[in-house]
C-alpha cells in the first residue's frame, strides 16, 4: 500500500470518527460542542448533511445567542428596509436547513454586521420648517413635537411615512416633550398635557393642565364648551394665577402605562393615576415627599422620592399600592432595565459618588459599586446586563453580575452622552459630534454627525433601538438611519 493510500484510508477513518461522534445522545453531544469555538461550529455545519445535523442544536445555538445578546423577538417583530432577512444559506439544498436559534444567530449577525460596516439607508423625514423641540418613538410610530405647536406622527416600521400631523391646543407654545404608545400619544405644552387617541384617527380625547391649581386640573369639559375661546380664557387664567403667587418652575414627570396616565409635578407629593380614554381618575396618591422621578419599564411604574434620602417605590396596578424598595442617602436617580436597578448621583448629591447596581427583587445589597472621581459622567445599562460608563473622555465597561471591568478605553473627549447600539457598539456624542464605537476593541467605527449638523437639546432629540437611529436634530428635523 502506497502512503497517497494510507493517507487516504487514515482521513477516511478519522471522518467516520467523527460521523459516529454525531449518534451520541443530544445532551453529550452539548457538552462537546460547547467547548468548540464558533468559527468551529460553523465550519462543521458546512461539511456534510450528517454534520450539519450534529451540530445542529437548538440548545446550543440559544447558548451563542444569549452570550451575544441576540435576541429572537428582534428578528420576529423586524420588518426590512435593506431585506437583510431575504439572505438564505446556499448550502440549504445540499446539506439542509438550519435549526432556528443557528437562524436568529445568521439574521443578527448580519445586523450586527451592517453596524460595523456603516451599511444603513438614510430617510430624511422633512415636512416643516419648524424645529424639532422632543421626540419619541415605540418602534412602529415616531412622534416629534415642533416649536409651532404641531406633532408629526411618521410610520418606520417599514418604509417611512408621514401618517398624521396633529396641532395642540396652544398655537404660541412649544411642544416640550411627546411620547407615543401603541394607543396613545401624550404632548406636552406649558403643563398643558394632552392625550390624542391613535385609533380615534388621532383626535383629541383628554386635556390637563398642572399651571391652574389641583383644582383646575381637568380641562376637556372646559375646552368643549368653551371651543374658540379656550385659548384666550386659559393664557387669562395664567396670567391671573402668575400674579396671585409666585409661580415656581417644577418640570412636569409623566408615563404612560397600558392604559394608565401617570402625572406628577417634580418636588411634590403627588401622583394621579387616571385610566384613558375618558380620563376617568382611579387613583390619587398624596403624602409621598418630594417625586424626582417616574420611570415606566414594560407594565411596571417606580417613583424615586427625596426627602434626605432618596427612595425608590414601585407601583402595584393591581394592588393600587405603592411599595417602597430601597433607600439610599443622598440625591440619586435610578436607571432601570429588565434585569438591573441602578443608582448615578443627581445635581447636588454630596455624598461620595458612586454607581450602585442591583439585581431586580434583590435590594438588600447592591451586586457591585464603583466610585466616579469625576463630576463629569454618565452611565447606561447595555446588553441587559453591563454597565457602561464615563468619567470625562473614558468610557468602561463593567460586569457587574462577575464584579470586574471587561474593557476600558478613551474616547479623545469628554462624553456627553451614550447610548447602546446593536451588538457591541456604542453611540457616543461628544465634541457636538455623534459616533459610533465598538466597544469590545474601543475603536472609533465611524462619525453620524458632526457639530454644524447639530441642533437643540441633543440628548432628548436621539432615539435608538437594534434597526435604527432617530435623529431629531439634524438641520432641525427628524431623520431615520436604517440598519434593516
Given amino acids: 500500500m502506497d502512503l497517497k493510500q494510507r493517507s487516504s484510508r487514515s482521513v477516511a477513518k478519522r471522518k467516520q470518527s467523527v460521523d459516529d461522534l454525531f449518534d451520541l445522545p443530544e445532551e453529550v453531544l452539548e457538552l462537546i460542542l460547547g467547548e468548540l469555538s464558533l468559527a468551529d461550529l460553523i465550519a462543521c455545519s458546512e461539511v456534510s448533511k450528517k454534520w450539519r445535523r450534529g451540530v445542529n442544536i437548538d440548545s446550543v445555538w440559544r447558548d451563542i445567542c444569549r452570550h451575544e445578546s441576540y435576541d429572537d423577538k428582534l428578528m420576529l417583530r423586524s420588518r426590512s428596509h435593506l431585506f437583510i432577512e431575504t439572505v ?3 448550502k440549504r439544498n445540499v446539506l439542509g436547513p438550519l435549526c432556528y436559534w443557528r437562524e436568529v444567530y445568521g439574521w443578527c449577525r448580519r445586523l450586527s454586521k451592517n453596524w460595523i460596516d456603516k451599511k444603513f439607508q438614510t430617510y430624511k423625514l422633512s415636512e416643516t420648517s419648524s424645529p424639532v423641540y422632543s421626540l419619541d418613538c415605540d418602534g412602529i410610530t415616531a412622534v416629534t413635537g415642533h416649536e409651532d405647536s404641531s406633532i408629526y406622527v411618521w410610520s418606520v416600521e417599514g418604509l417611512p411615512y408621514l401618517v398624521q400631523i396633529v396641532l395642540a391646543v396652544l398655537p404660541d407654545y412649544p411642544i416640550i416633550s411627546v411620547k407615543t404608545t401603541t394607543r396613545f400619544i401624550v404632548a406636552i405644552q406649558k403643563k398643558l398635557l394632552h392625550v390624542f387617541t391613535k385609533n380615534d384617527k388621532y383626535l383629541l380625547t383628554d386635556l390637563k393642565s398642572f399651571e391652574l391649581g389641583d383644582e383646575y386640573v381637568e380641562q376637556m369639559e372646559r375646552y368643549n364648551s368653551l371651543g374658540d375661546d379656550y385659548v384666550p380664557w386659559y393664557k387669562e387664567a395664567i396670567r391671573m394665577q402668575s400674579e396671585a403667587a409666585a409661580m415656581l418652575i417644577t418640570p412636569l414627570m409623566y408615563a404612560v402605562v397600558d392604559d394608565r396616565l401617570f402625572a406628577a409635578r417634580y418636588g411634590s407629593g403627588h401622583v394621579w393615576i387616571w385610566k384613558l380614554t375618558g380620563s376617568k381618575l382611579v387613583s390619587d396618591k398624596v403624602g409621598l415627599k418630594e417625586i424626582s422621578q417616574i420611570e415606566s419599564i414594560g407594565s411596571n411604574v417606580y417613583l424615586a422620592l427625596h426627602s434626605g434620602v432618596t427612595s425608590l417605590l414601585k407601583y402595584s396596578i393591581d394592588e393600587d399600592e405603592v411599595k417602597p424598595l430601597m433607600s439610599l442617602p443622598g440625591r440619586k436617580k435610578f436607571v432601570i432595565s429588565e434585569k438591573l436597578v ?53 468610557v468602561r465597561v463593567w460586569d457587574p453580575f462577575r464584579g470586574h471591568t471587561l474593557y476600558t478605553f478613551s474616547v479623545g473627549a469628554a462624553v456627553g452622552f451614550i447610548r447602546a447600539g ?23 467605527l465611524y462619525r453620524f454627525y458632526n457639530a454644524l449638523e447639530w441642533t437643540g437639546d441633543y440628548r432628548h432629540l436621539v432615539w435608538i433601538n437594534h434597526s435604527m437611529i432617530l435623529s431629531a436634530g439634524v438641520n432641525h428635523q427628524l431623520e431615520m438611519l436604517s440598519f434593516l
Fill in 342 to 394: 441602578m443608582a448615578i448621583p443627581a445635581p447636588g448629591d454630596i455624598c461620595l459618588k458612586r454607581i450602585s447596581v442591583w439585581k431586580k427583587g434583590y435590594y438588600n445589597e447592591p451586586l457591585g459599586t464603583k466610585t466616579i472621581s469625576s463630576s463629569h459622567f454618565c452611565a447606561i445599562i447595555a446588553e441587559k446586563i453591563l454597565v457602561v460608563y464615563s468619567e470625562d473622555s473614558i
Fill in 422 to 444: 446593536f451588538g457591541k457598539c456604542l453611540v457616543v456624542f461628544m465634541n457636538s459630534s455623534l459616533h459610533l464605537w465598538d466597544l469590545k476593541s474601543g475603536k472609533r
Fill in 88 to 90: 438564505t444559506d446556499e
